[in-house]
């Protein structure tokens, strides 16, 4: 065999044994939803999940191409192999999970109110009995807010927007505002005219989906996240995009056992230590 042969061999032989993540992936999520994905003043997208994006790449050494999209079309695009997989705030739900992997929760998908700067602080549902609720017409907060209408007696307002709604808030047309947990944290960071207050939690988290075939890939990412729960990185993304430090047993800074998330098809209890050696 001459020196060219085995140099081509030896390259050949080199390239097999590489992970097969090796040439990095190709993910997705909406463009539209902030603070998670939204368009930056330099072109492109900024966010919590972009910047997540790009940490599970720098862990394991590999680039991130990150595609904005349209939340409707991500996961037919996902099954028909366009992307790797999915870094949009996807909600774990049994439908959803008997047709793609997920990895393990990377967040809460919690509610959360805000109110009028300085307002003393409330907890429990029973703190805003009474109150003016302002509300995303035709989203899952309002439908949560009118069915326990009766039950707290406060009296919801809707609004076309999100951001209507908050403006309500901070001009004394609303008492509170009710959306999600991030979306809430972010509108109080970029207003002062009003205070993050009570988180009602949900039960449920936001994880990363897969194509089913595809469990390489999801334990790997797992994995990933893991180790982004315990080095400080998850906190550092939370304080700089939601202005809040995430408490201790939160699933933002907490691991979870096996691969996916446990409750659902696709989980995997097998046992594993948290490592950041990729």
Not at 116 to 131: I, R
Not at 238 to 261: H, L, R
Request: proline share 5%; aromatic share 10%.
């Amino acid at each position: 065999m001459t020196s060219k042969s085995l140099l081509l061999s030896a390259a050949l032989t080199a390239l097999a044994v590489l992970p097969a993540y090796a040439e990095g992936y190709k993910v997705a999520l909406d463009g539209t939803f902030a603070p998670h994905a939204m368009p930056s003043l330099s072109g492109g997208v900024e966010g919590f999940n972009v910047d997540l994006a790009a940490a599970i790449g720098e862990k394991l050494g590999v680039p991130m191409e990150v595609v904005a999209a349209q939340f409707s079309g991500l996961i037919p695009a996902l099954q028909a192999g366009t992307y790797d997989f999915l870094v949009a705030p996807t909600t774990v739900t049994g439908e959803r999970a008997a047709n793609l992997l997920f990895s393990e929760g990377f967040m809460d998908t919690n509610f959360a109110f805000t109110v009028p700067a300085g307002t003393e602080k409330m907890e429990g549902l029973d703190a805003f009995k009474g109150k003016t609720i302002a509300v995303n017409k035709g989203s899952v907060y309002e439908s949560f807010l009118t069915d326990k209408a009766e039950e707290y007696g406060w009296e919801v307002v809707a609004y076309g927007t999100n951001t209507d709604a908050v403006e309500a808030v901070s001009t004394g047309r609303a008492d509170a505002n009710l959306a999600g947990a991030t979306v809430s944290a972010w509108a109080a960071k970029q207003n002062p005219r009003i205070d993050l207050s009570y988180e009602y939690p949900t039960g449920l988290v936001w994880a990363f989906p897969f194509r089913k075939d595809d469990v390489e890939t999801r334990n790997k990412i797992d994995a990933v996240l893991e180790c982004l729960k315990t080095d400080g990185t998850m906190v550092a993304l939370s304080e700089k995009w939601f202005g809040v430090t995430p408490s201790e047993d939160t699933t933002i800074v907490t691991p979870t056992p096996g691969y996916g998330t446990p409750g659902f098809d696709g989980y995997d209890e097998t046992a594993h230590d948290v490592s950041c050696d990729f």
